[in-house]
């Protein structure tokens, strides 16, 4: 089995295995604690809301949980072991039916990434379908593509893997080659676009943003990812977010979802690369 692989396998059971002790002893929130946790994209822009929240509730504390993935955030809040989730997707009809519903509070855009001292500025479709197949093995500088990998069933690849069948097929491609990077999370896989020369992964810009990351969005078919593009449709790819949370929420829960949807949160929002629905 290839290193990498076996790596991210189990750094994913080790994820899987923290999902399961937060489900199975989960600890009680103390008066004024919410504690959030889900999919690792919305992660850095939380904290920050989260910090903006505090400053204005000294009472309050939000607890931002490492990644869970959007699976533990649907997990999560019916056990009661957090109180709001993050999720990329909406709730099922069987999800809603066992207690839980889903409001969603912002959007951003899925990206590809290079490292910042990378000044390759547009990627197209056909250029991406070669990397992952390993047809496309160098940058213009000469330096080596080393694609950064997570998981099939990974929302944003799955994405990607939307935008057409060569890249789709790259992608299957891409999977049985050896010696490529996994990550098993977000914030994994920006960790290893960062320190891997030559990389180029899948990521957003909220979680450039949020956590100031030393990665570049690039252009897709020479649209650049920006606001207006993806409002009026020219750049296609966009990840919704969703907030996860029982039936009747607390108030406490409440007034911080108030705190998302104000003039403050609005700015912490776009300022990290989202737009608003």
């Not at 999977?175 to 999370?185: I, K, N, P, V, W």
């Not at 009026?232 to 029982?246: D, E, I, Q, S, T």
Request: glycine share 8%; net charge positive; proline share 4%.
């Amino acid at each position: 089995m290839d290193f990498q692989f076996a790596e991210t396998s189990l750094r994913r059971l080790c994820v899987q295995l923290s999902i399961l002790t937060l489900l199975t002893t989960p600890l009680l929130a103390t008066a004024g604690e919410i504690r959030i946790g889900g999919t690792g994209n919305a992660l850095g822009t939380m904290r920050l809301l989260g910090e903006a929240f505090s400053k204005a509730y000294p009472d309050s504390k939000i607890v931002v949980l490492s990644s869970l993935g959007t699976s533990g955030a649907f997990k999560g809040v019916p056990k009661g072991a957090i109180e709001i989730g993050l999720s990329s997707r909406r709730a099922t009809e069987s999800e809603t039916q066992a207690g839980i519903q889903t409001q969603e509070y912002a959007r951003s855009l899925t990206v590809f990434a290079v490292r910042a001292d990378n000044k390759t500025g547009s990627l197209n479709k056909s250029q991406i379908a070669d990397i992952y197949a390993g047809r496309l093995t160098t940058w213009p500088d000469g330096t080596t593509v080393r694609p950064v990998m997570r998981q099939a069933g990974d929302d944003n690849t799955r994405q990607i893997r939307a935008l057409s069948p060569d890249i789709d097929k790259a992608l299957v491609t891409a999977e049985q080659r050896s010696g490529l990077a996994y990550a098993a999370t977000d914030q994994e896989a920006a960790d290893k676009m960062e320190s891997i020369q030559g990389s180029l992964g899948v990521t957003t810009v909220a979680l450039i943003r949020s956590e100031k990351r030393n990665l570049r969005a690039v252009a897709l078919d020479g649209i650049e990812p920006t606001p207006e593009n993806a409002s009026n449709g020219r750049y296609p790819l966009l990840k919704h977010f969703y907030f996860v949370l029982p039936k009747s929420p607390s108030a406490e829960t409440e007034l911080f979802l108030k705190f998302v949807r104000s003039a403050k949160g609005a700015d912490i929002l776009r300022q990290t690369g989202h737009l608003l629905p």
